[in-house]
């Protein structure tokens, strides 16, 4: 099913957990205990991820955004 508020969610890709990321109307991540959230839902207030790359067996996510500062660029985003 859709997050809430989406109208598209097309995966972009998955680990050997099963972990998938994706787009649409925003950047996501689903597993199978939390279901899909939206991955800007998870980070400090002020960041924007506008892309996804991929994401390794460790969770961590290749994404492109925007910092607090206005900075773009590649982030890599470690799971807590």
């Known amino acids: 099913p859709l ?7 097309d ?11 994706g787009y649409g109307d925003q950047v996501w991540i689903w597993d199978s205990v939390n279901g899909a959230r939206p991955i ?3 980070l400090p207030t002020g960041w924007n991820i506008s ?3 991929g994401i390794n067996d460790s969770g961590q996510i290749l994404a492109g955004g925007t910092s607090p500062t206005g ?3 590649l982030v890599l985003l470690n799971p807590i």
């Open 40 to 42: 800007n839902g998870l």
């Open 71 to 73: 900075t773009q660029g």
């Open 3 to 9: 997050i809430p508020g989406f109208t598209r969610m």
């Open 11 to 21: 995966p972009a890709a998955v680990n050997n957990l099963g972990q998938v990321v």
């Open 51 to 53: 892309q996804v790359g």
